[in-house]
């Protein structure tokens, strides 16, 4: 028996046992820690929580010399490497933080070949002197974290990462490992092509998360509405509320706290030491919810939050899987849940429109949002769609509001057409900037001092849609621009003004399919209506 041959990755598995304490590889890892150790290129697409770093660090401990790690989040580093360092990997890190004493030590280290890992900025490596440094050492392999940031295309875009398509032809040797939690077939093929991963082997995982149950609903009194979520079903769970704002972050932890819950905000304008804190008391104590920007959660590894909470929409399809990734990651039954209405649909749409770069990056982000509305607006499954906006099929989950819930549809087309034409009459008015509200009290026929103001009762149209509700009306607004059927000016004000498409429906040539708004006054919670 002593002569038996190892078996092909016991050497992996003894690391993972002796240094990371685990029993068994997940997922890919094996193959892909098989692949990396022997040399090859690897592209790994795992959804966040999947076991990503040991892809790399096992390798890095398996081959001779230093793997280096390229990864934007500076701010995770310290963590990273201090858990590293913990469990007896000799760990460190190079990045602007640094003082310049600080950074020698680091280099000596790697140069006397005393580092097993080395995490560096994307931006170090950019410099020629970074790159002539490495060359004096030994380097195991490259891991190229949150490899989507090469991705033009993409939600978070970072030019240094371009430059690192250089690697392949200085270290044509080195095996290459990229790695990334967010990735349609258009980011997955850019990865490859930009980073120069022609010959490596393609590691792609499910990136379903069945425990987490998506839930999308109208905005109302939201505050309340996620009051609701948190009493009736989330009472003393950990949780993460985003919103856009920092004032909304604010206020918003302000009015949780004052209703009893652990309620903490976070956002970048917080002084670091308190930002810390905060993060530090999310992790160890029980209970807390954080309400936040996003400039929160990148790499936090808590694995018992309960539920993520979107008070606003958020700008794309990955950030909202990346977010919303951050729920459940112990494999229990989790809640995501968003709750958007027409207002966000003009802000985003306006912030587009007001959005400096040029023509080909607006409809960047436009098309970023149609995918988030249109997962919002969907009558069918919501894993189905969210998976399939990542290139992966599936079938209905029974674990989202649609499948549990399926959302009735009616035929909203001459609702469409009322609002559609109203909006061309007043578009026939010159500089004048009437938003959603002055429609839809035109076609209730709501005496406002504006319609008197503007003679808005002669209109044909006025009073022509009193059969349907306000609330009702805004569903329609809000629909038609998530469709695209209706466009917001970038006059700054939200007026609403045709779209390309807008003639079809006008004409009758388009019939559009609605989803009925659930009735439900103002603020009544979650749960509730
Ligand atoms: P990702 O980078 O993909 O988000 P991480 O590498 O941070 O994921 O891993 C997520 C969590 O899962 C970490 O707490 C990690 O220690 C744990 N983990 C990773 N691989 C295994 C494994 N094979 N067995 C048990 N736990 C693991
Ligand atoms: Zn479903």
């Known amino acids: 028996e002593a002569d038996a041959p190892p078996a092909p990755g016991a050497a992996a598995r003894a690391v993972l046992k002796r240094v990371f304490g685990y029993d068994d590889f997940r997922g ?47 701010a995770l580093m310290q963590d990273q490497v201090d858990a590293l360092l913990a469990v007896g990997v000799r760990a460190a890190f190079l990045n602007s933080t640094q003082d310049s004493f600080e950074r020698t030590r680091v280099e000596n280290a790697y140069l006397a070949g005393e580092l097993d890992l080395l995490y560096v900025a994307p931006e170090r490596l950019a410099s020629e002197a970074t790159k002539r440094f490495l060359q004096n050492g030994t380097i195991a392999l490259f891991a190229i974290d949150e ?31 990229a790695l990334t939690a967010t990735a349609t077939d258009a980011t997955h093929k850019e990865i490859t092509e930009r980073l120069k991963l022609g010959r490596a082997q393609h590691f792609v995982a499910s990136f379903d998360r069945p425990n987490i149950r998506y839930r999308i609903e109208n905005k109302g009194e939201v505050r309340r509405q996620l009051l609701s979520l948190i009493r009736t079903e989330h009472d003393g769970d950990a949780g993460i509320v985003y919103a856009l704002s920092r004032k909304t972050v604010e206020q918003t932890a302000q009015f949780l706290a004052a209703n009893g819950v652990n309620a903490l905000p ?12 905060t993060q530090s008391r999310f992790l160890r104590e029980d209970g807390v919810v954080i309400v936040a920007t996003i400039a929160f959660g990148m790499g936090i590894d808590k694995p ?17 899987y990346q977010e919303t990734g951050r729920a459940g990651r112990d494999g229990l039954p989790s809640t995501a849940w968003l709750a958007y209405g027409l207002q966000d649909v003009v802000q985003q749409r306006r912030m587009i429109e007001q959005s400096p770069g040029d023509l080909s990056h607006r409809r960047k982000l436009s098309s970023h949002l149609d995918a988030m509305l249109a997962l919002c607006e969907t009558v069918d499954c919501r894993r189905v769609n969210l998976l399939g906006y990542f290139g992966q099929g599936s079938v209905p989950c029974g674990n989202c509001d649609t499948c549990l819930l399926p959302p009735q549809s009616w035929d909203g087309t001459i609702a ?22 002055h429609l839809i009290d035109i076609l209730r026929a709501n005496k406002t001092s504006r319609v008197d103001q503007y003679g808005h009762d002669e209109l044909a149209v006025w009073g022509v849609g009193s059969d349907l509700s306000e609330q009702q009306w805004r569903g329609v607004v809000r629909q038609l621009l998530a469709k695209g059927l209706l466009a917001v000016n970038d006059d700054g004000f939200g007026t ?34």
């Open 147 to 177: 490899a989507h940031c090469v991705s033009q295309w993409g939600h978070d875009f970072r030019p240094d990462y371009l430059g690192l398509s250089e690697l392949a032809e200085r270290w044509p040797e080195v095996p290459r490992i």
């Open 304 to 320: 018992d939050v309960r539920f993520v909470a979107h008070i606003d929409l958020p700008k794309s399809v990955e950030g909202y």
């Open 28 to 74: 890919d890892q094996a193959a892909v820690i098989e692949q990396v150790t022997g040399g090859g290129d690897a592209v790994v697409l795992m959804p966040t929580g999947g076991g990503k770093s040991l892809c790399y660090q096992i390798p890095a401990l398996l081959r001779p010399g230093t793997g280096v790690v390229i990864s934007p989040l500076i």
């Open 496 to 529: 609403l003004v045709l779209a390309p498409a807008s003639a079809d429906v006008l004409s009758g040539a388009m019939t559009v399919s609605m989803r009925t708004e659930p009735e439900r006054s103002a603020g009544s919670g979650a749960g509730a209506g």
């Open 416 to 437: 469409a057409q009322k609002l559609l034409s109203t909006v061309v009459r007043l578009q026939r008015e010159r500089n004048q900037k009437f938003g959603a509200g």
């Open 266 to 277: 976070y956002h970048a304008g917080l002084d670091a030491g308190l930002r810390a804190r």
